[in-house]
């Protein structure tokens, strides 16, 4: 009967697994042979680098089959929205169509690929269908979905919601202050600000126009907002002076003068000094569409699907920003994401802990099951026992019992089957969990396991010694912490048997096996059986060694993170043995994120960890520190040539270009290098002294390495200094203009001046502050500010009845990236009525080294512009003829060097045949630096058109320029002016 029972269990189970095998393999192979080759195209209105582009397209490729093959398309009307854009893309789309495969869906991101959509569907689609997203014009999407090939899901503002929760965090506010500026895009966010304010009739709605101030005093107004305001930032680039800010700026100052939260409705600022808002869910909307397509391939049609109306959303917020403002955590809705949080090991790791927590106390129910059935099953077969001895006893008197003995044949037909329900419930427990029951005679030291547990009962020998049976199983080192774990337990020293240890199974694979068990006694305190459950754990081994990893390795580069890198630089201070830490970045990697991506950027940096590893041995470390930083190890050093010439190896690590998609990628990196315990003996300082070298080698021109020395700190710290006092000059018109006056040699009459840029209140020389406004990006608003003074004191000289005298303004190499420059001097002069050729703008050779084309564009546009063009310091560099030859300049000025260098000559050939050279050119020529009468007379005598220099005077507030501003020299015999009224020296 117990065979019988154990074939039927064992059947039953056999039939469960095949028909669970069926249904895992069959159903996923029908719905991937559905999808196979399915080719599905998305169009989207903008680049690849707007920023909800990437979100959308994340969302769309999770929702697909795998099997599904997505291309993608771009229209850029964000920046290009123009006739000829569209049917360029018309008639490049029509042109692979036409020679690739057909597509079997299409989805059409935002209005404008919509209407494209809907102008040529019947064209280059017919009968395909259509799912449209992120639509704003309803009308537009309602149309479209009238078609029996179109539908999709609509995109709604959540202003209104962002509103709501601002008030819900400061319920005693008044009012809503909406920031926006006067451009085209401020223009419709005010406008979308106002017409928010019908849904809010206890708030007052107020608008802040930066354009109506400077940014100095929009600040001010701005540090003056009560806590009864809700700020909602919608649009800031430019104030009333023209002056541009880019986003991370305007974080930056909002971050510098409000006291109060920041809200805002679009992607970006929050974590730079924005609190956080509603915004549109962008990934979602990509997923939605795609789960539609998806429906669409799986044979749904068109026509039963209605338009998506609802707007997918996520609330996210600064929670730095939400401790700073004390806004309870209470009130900040479910599922909000906070960024800035820094998750507990708890919450990073809260999936694996579940999923052992729910296996755990499954395990120890399966244990009380299996120890409550196993009692009920020793209590049933005792019955058992039992009932057979009285049946036997009674068979003699069977006649007169028959009543009595059909009734225990009932109760034994129960108990077999209430048997039967137990083995099967074993059964299920066993084979779900891939445990057993294992039971150890401790006199006979023979184990028997049941034979469900194929990790071991296949290779189990009958009658074989638990011993014999370890050996053949693991290690010595294993079965002796097992047999001394037992040992432990019947000793007293242990309440139970509880231990992991690995085995090789049939195949020789290392598994790792629970022994948990504890003793029957047999009434006399002995215990003579162990009985226990036996489960395979590997899995959760596994996942437990994948744990430790990931806390010590890089997710993306795999080569040991930042925390392993501490503790190996610890041991090696601990050693106290000499070492170098060497910290290095890629220089200009934000232009490869930036062109190509940041997909194709993170395999740039896989590659290079590949290298990088292949530098790995007994005394190196390599580990990534961070984005596009790594930091080498290097212990036992044997003097600082041993740490140079590994550093050498590191650079040339990088000679050969990375190729990927074709495309040669040339390197270089930028390394700062410090020993140990030389430099420093702390971890810390030590991190921060290899930085500090390499950020001094990053503004001493990059790709190359430096040991760090105790002065480089003093360095940066003075240009982190003279960086703070460039910006508050710039927010607190901390500059000033001088005015060097440039004398007409043939008249002896002043014919222009120089702007020359110097700091109120400070004594900072211009070739201190200038190269780091250079390195900043700060000289392009400086650039701005020179540019618009000078042009106004022109004004304000000739509307004075003055005159008009030209002024020329230094012009840096680092404002080429000031693309709309030229532009906003066309606006000056516009403003203030002045010629174009009164403007004078001084280039050095230092500007053709950038870019030739893009700077051979920008002094073309100059002249076409009308302005005055002079090459300044010439003379002072190497192709300085050459350059004569090419560029469209009206002047040279001849460095003081070169001056100083061919006048004191008695020979002064040299310095005929240049200005000979310029004037045969049609250029005029000036010299700087002029400060003696000898130099003078030989200039005047070669011919030089105008002198600058202390001779005649030194650079001038613009009052003193009024008082000479039409001044004439008059020279006696004896070399000197006649009427002495600036020059210093007389």
Same mark, same amino acid.
């Given at each position: 009967?117990?065979?019988?029972?154990?074939?039927?269990?064992?059947?039953?189970?056999?039939?469960?697994?095949?028909?669970?095998?069926?249904?895992?393999?069959?159903?996923?192979?029908?719905?991937?042979?559905?999808?196979?080759?399915? #080719?599905?195209?998305?169009?989207?209105?903008?680049?690849?680098?707007?920023? *909800?582009?990437?979100?959308?397209?994340?969302?769309?490729?999770?929702?697909? @089959?795998?099997?599904?093959?997505?291309?993608?398309?771009?229209?850029?009307?964000?920046?290009?929205?123009?006739?000829?854009?569209?049917?360029?893309?018309?008639?490049?789309?029509?042109?692979?169509?036409?020679?690739?495969?057909?597509?079997?869906?299409?989805?059409?991101?935002?209005?404008?690929?919509?209407?494209?959509?809907?102008?040529?569907?019947?064209?280059?689609?017919?009968?395909?269908?259509?799912?449209?997203?992120?639509?704003?014009?309803?009308?537009?999407?309602?149309?479209?979905?009238?078609?029996?090939?179109?539908?999709?899901?609509?995109?709604?503002?959540?202003?209104?919601?962002?509103?709501?929760?601002?008030?819900?965090?400061?319920?005693?506010?008044?009012?809503?202050?909406?920031?926006?500026?006067?451009?085209?895009?401020?223009?419709?966010?005010?406008?979308?600000?106002?017409?928010?304010?019908?849904?809010?009739?206890?708030?007052?709605?107020?608008?802040?126009?930066?354009?109506?101030?400077?940014?100095?005093?929009?600040?001010?107004?701005?540090?003056?907002?009560?806590?009864?305001?809700?700020?909602?930032?919608?649009?800031?680039?430019?104030?009333?002076?023209?002056?541009?800010?880019?986003?991370?700026?305007?974080?930056?100052?909002?971050?510098?003068?409000?006291?109060?939260?920041?809200?805002?409705?679009?992607?970006?600022?929050?974590?730079?000094?924005?609190?956080?808002?509603?915004?549109?869910?962008?990934?979602?909307?990509?997923?939605?569409?795609?789960?539609?397509?998806? @429906?669409?391939?799986?044979?749904?049609?068109?026509?039963?699907?209605?338009?998506?109306?609802? *707007?997918?959303?996520?609330?996210?917020?600064?929670?730095?920003?939400?401790?700073?403002?004390?806004?309870?955590?209470?009130?900040?809705?479910?599922?909000?994401?906070?960024?800035?949080?820094?998750?507990?090991?708890?919450?990073?790791?809260?999936?694996?802990?579940?999923?052992?927590?729910?296996?755990?106390?499954?395990?120890?129910?399966?244990?009380?099951?299996?120890?409550?059935?196993?009692?009920?099953?020793?209590?049933?077969?005792?019955?058992?026992?039992?009932?057979?001895? #009285?049946?036997?006893?009674?068979?003699?008197?069977?006649?007169?019992?028959?009543?009595?003995?059909?009734?225990?044949?009932?109760?034994?037909?129960?108990?077999?089957?209430?048997?039967?329900?137990?083995?099967?419930?074993?059964?299920?427990?066993?084979?779900?969990?891939?445990?057993?029951?294992?039971?150890?005679?401790?006199?006979?030291?023979?184990?028997?396991?049941?034979?469900?547990?194929?990790?071991?009962?296949?290779?189990?020998?009958?009658?074989?010694?638990?011993?014999?049976?370890?050996?053949?199983?693991?290690?010595?080192?294993?079965?002796?912490?097992?047999?001394?774990?037992?040992?432990?337990?019947?000793?007293? #020293?242990?309440? =139970?048997?509880?231990?992991?240890?690995?085995?090789? @199974?049939?195949?020789?694979?290392?598994?790792?096996?629970?022994? #948990?068990?504890?003793?029957?006694? %047999?009434?006399?305190?002995?215990?003579?059986?162990?009985?226990?459950?036996?489960?395979?754990?590997?899995?959760?081994?596994?996942?437990?060694?994948?744990?430790?990893?990931?806390?010590?390795?890089?997710?993306?580069?795999?080569?040991?993170?930042?925390?392993?890198?501490?503790?190996?630089?610890?041991?090696?201070?601990?050693?106290?043995?000499?070492?170098?830490?060497?910290?290095?970045?890629?220089?200009?990697?934000?232009?490869?994120?930036?062109?190509?991506?940041?997909?194709?950027?993170? =395999?740039?940096?896989?590659?290079?960890?590949?290298?990088?590893?292949?530098?790995?041995? =007994?005394?190196?470390?390599?580990?990534?520190?961070?984005?596009?930083?790594?930091?080498?190890?290097?212990?036992?050093?044997?003097?600082?040539?041993?740490?140079?010439?590994?550093?050498?190896?590191?650079?040339?690590?990088?000679?050969?270009?990375?190729?990927?998609?074709?495309?040669?990628?040339?390197?270089?990196?930028?390394?700062?290098?410090?020993?140990?315990?030389?430099?420093?003996?702390?971890?810390?300082?030590?991190?921060?002294?290899?930085?500090?070298?390499?950020?001094?080698?990053?503004?001493?021109?990059?790709?190359?390495?430096?040991?760090?020395?105790?002065?480089?700190?003093?360095?940066?710290?003075?240009?982190?200094?003279?960086?703070?006092?460039?910006?508050?000059?710039?927010?607190?018109?901390?500059?000033?203009?001088?005015?060097?006056? %440039?004398?007409?040699?043939?008249?002896?009459?002043?014919?222009?001046?120089?702007?020359?840029?110097?700091?109120?209140?400070?004594?900072?020389?211009?070739?201190?502050?200038?190269?780091?406004?250079?390195?900043?990006?700060?000289?392009?608003?400086?650039?701005?500010?020179?540019?618009?003074?000078?042009?106004?004191?022109?004004?304000?000289?000739?509307?004075?009845?003055?005159?008009?005298?030209?002024?020329?303004?230094?012009?840096?190499?680092?404002?080429?990236?000031?693309?709309?420059?030229?532009?906003?001097?066309?606006?000056?002069?516009?403003?203030?009525?002045?010629?174009?050729?009164?403007?004078?703008?001084?280039?050095?050779?230092?500007?053709?080294?950038?870019?030739?084309?893009? *700077?051979?564009?920008?002094?073309?546009?100059?002249?076409?512009?009308?302005?005055?063009?002079?090459?300044?310091?010439?003379?002072?560099?190497?192709?300085?003829?050459?350059?004569? *030859?090419?560029?469209?300049?009206?002047?040279?000025?001849?460095?003081?060097?070169?001056?100083?260098?061919?006048?004191?000559?008695?020979?002064?050939?040299?310095?005929?045949?240049?200005?000979?050279?310029?004037?045969?050119?049609?250029?005029?020529?000036?010299?700087?630096?002029?400060?003696?009468?000898?130099?003078?007379?030989?200039?005047?005598?070669?011919?030089?058109?105008?002198?600058?220099?202390?001779?005649?005077?030194?650079?001038?507030?613009?009052?003193?320029?009024?008082?000479?501003?039409?001044?004439?020299?008059?020279?006696?015999?004896?070399?000197?002016?006649?009427?002495?009224?600036?020059?210093?020296?007389?």
């Amino acid at each position: 009967m117990r065979n019988h029972l154990k074939k039927i269990t064992i059947t039953a189970i056999w039939g469960v697994v095949f028909t669970s095998l069926v249904l895992l393999f069959y159903f996923p192979m029908i719905g991937h042979a559905l999808n196979e080759n399915k #080719r599905v195209l998305f169009i989207s209105s903008y680049s690849e680098n707007f920023p *909800t582009v990437p979100l959308q397209i994340k969302g769309i490729q999770s929702a697909l @089959d795998e099997k599904v093959s997505l291309d993608i398309e771009y229209m850029d009307t964000k920046r290009l929205d123009t006739v000829e854009n569209k049917q360029l893309f018309y008639e490049n789309l029509a042109y692979k169509l036409k020679n690739l495969p057909p597509y079997d869906a299409v989805l059409v991101g935002d209005d404008n690929a919509l209407q494209f959509m809907i102008d040529y569907h019947d064209t280059l689609f017919p009968q395909i269908p259509v799912v449209f997203f992120g639509i704003n014009d309803f009308d537009r999407g309602k149309s479209a979905a009238e078609s029996p090939y179109f539908t999709g899901m609509f995109e709604k503002f959540s202003m209104v919601e962002t509103i709501k929760i601002a008030h819900k965090f400061n319920p005693k506010a008044s009012q809503v202050i909406g920031i926006v500026d006067s451009s085209l895009t401020g223009q419709g966010d005010q406008g979308q600000f106002l017409a928010t304010q019908s849904e809010f009739d206890n708030l007052d709605f107020r608008v802040l126009n930066v354009s109506d101030y400077t940014f100095a005093e929009f600040g001010e107004v701005l540090k003056n907002l009560d806590n009864d305001a809700i700020l909602l930032y919608l649009s800031m680039n430019q104030d009333k002076n023209g002056v541009v800010k880019d986003l991370s700026d305007q974080y930056q100052f909002l971050k510098d003068n409000t006291t109060i939260p920041v809200y805002r409705t679009s992607i970006g600022g929050i974590g730079d000094g924005i609190l956080g808002g509603k915004l549109i869910d962008y990934e979602a909307f990509g997923r939605i569409s795609g789960n539609l397509i998806m @429906d669409i391939l799986n044979g749904k049609s068109v026509e039963s699907m209605g338009l998506i109306e609802d *707007t997918p959303y996520y609330y996210i917020f600064d929670y730095d920003l939400i401790k700073k403002f004390n806004i309870p955590e209470s009130l900040i809705p479910q599922n909000a994401v906070l960024i800035n949080k820094e998750p507990s090991p708890l919450e990073k790791y809260r999936e694996i802990f579940v999923s052992i927590g729910v296996l755990i106390i499954f395990l120890l129910i399966v244990s009380l099951i299996l120890i409550v059935d196993n009692l009920k099953r020793r209590t049933i077969q005792k019955q058992l026992q039992e009932s057979y001895e #009285r049946l036997k006893i009674s068979n003699d008197h069977l006649e007169k019992t028959e009543d009595k003995l059909r009734t225990q044949y009932e109760v034994i037909e129960k108990s077999l089957k209430e048997v039967g329900i137990l083995n099967q419930k074993y059964a299920i427990a066993t084979e779900i969990t891939n445990s057993a029951v294992w039971e150890l005679d401790l006199d006979t030291n023979e184990i028997l396991i049941s034979d469900n547990f194929s990790n071991v009962s296949r290779i189990l020998n009958e009658n074989e010694k638990f011993e014999d049976l370890l050996s053949r199983l693991t290690d010595p080192e294993h079965k002796n912490r097992l047999l001394y774990e037992i040992q432990s337990y019947c000793t007293g #020293r242990k309440n =139970e048997i509880d231990i992991q240890i690995p085995i090789n @199974d049939e195949n020789n694979k290392v598994k790792w096996l629970l022994f #948990r068990g504890r003793g029957i006694s %047999q009434g006399n305190g002995l215990i003579k059986q162990i009985h226990g459950i036996l489960m395979d754990t590997t899995r959760m081994k596994e996942q437990e060694d994948y744990i430790e990893y990931l806390a010590t390795h890089d997710f993306l580069t795999d080569l040991p993170n930042r925390m392993s890198f501490l503790e190996k630089l610890a041991d090696a201070l601990d050693s106290g043995k000499p070492g170098a830490v060497l910290l290095f970045d890629i220089d200009n990697f934000k232009a490869i994120n930036d062109t190509q991506g940041h997909v194709y950027g993170d =395999e740039i940096l896989k590659m290079i960890a590949h290298r990088l590893s292949d530098l790995s041995n =007994e005394k190196t470390f390599v580990s990534r520190f961070g984005g596009d930083e790594f930091l080498i190890l290097i212990k036992n050093v044997n003097g600082t040539q041993e740490v140079e010439n590994f550093a050498q190896i590191i650079k040339a690590a990088f000679d050969k270009a990375f190729v990927l998609n074709g495309k040669a990628n040339n390197i270089n990196i930028s390394m700062g290098l410090t020993c140990f315990p030389e430099d420093s003996c702390d971890i810390n300082q030590i991190i921060m002294n290899a930085d500090t070298a390499m950020y001094h080698v990053k503004h001493s021109g990059k790709n190359n390495y430096i040991f760090y020395y105790s002065e480089m700190k003093d360095i940066i710290n003075t240009r982190i200094e003279i960086e703070a006092i460039i910006r508050e000059a710039l927010e607190t018109d901390g500059f000033k203009l001088l005015y060097q006056p %440039q004398v007409d040699l043939c008249s002896a009459q002043i014919h222009g001046f120089e702007a020359l840029l110097r700091l109120k209140d400070h004594n900072i020389q211009p070739d201190q502050f200038i190269p780091v406004a250079e390195d900043t990006g700060l000289i392009i608003n400086i650039g701005r500010w020179v540019a618009k003074s000078a042009i106004e004191q022109f004004a304000k000289w000739r509307d004075m009845g003055l005159g008009e005298k030209i002024i020329a303004i230094n012009y840096s190499s680092k404002q080429l990236k000031d693309k709309n420059f030229i532009a906003y001097l066309g606006q000056l002069i516009t403003t203030h009525a002045v010629k174009p050729e009164m403007i004078e703008i001084e280039i050095t050779e230092s500007i053709l080294l950038e870019n030739d084309t893009e *700077t051979m564009s920008f002094l073309q546009g100059l002249k076409d512009a009308g302005f005055k063009i002079a090459l300044d310091d010439f003379g002072t560099g190497y192709s300085s003829l050459n350059y004569l *030859t090419y560029i469209p300049v009206d002047k040279v000025k001849l460095d003081k060097s070169i001056n100083e260098k061919f006048l004191n000559l008695k020979n002064n050939q040299v310095m005929d045949s240049l200005i000979s050279l310029a004037h045969s050119l049609k250029l005029e020529i000036t010299a700087e630096g002029i400060e003696d009468w000898n130099q003078y007379w030989q200039l005047k005598r070669g011919g030089c058109d105008y002198i600058q220099g202390y001779l005649f005077s030194k650079p001038l507030d613009s009052a003193a320029a009024e008082n000479i501003f039409n001044h004439i020299f008059e020279i006696d015999d004896e070399n000197k002016p006649v009427n002495d009224l600036i020059n210093p020296f007389f």
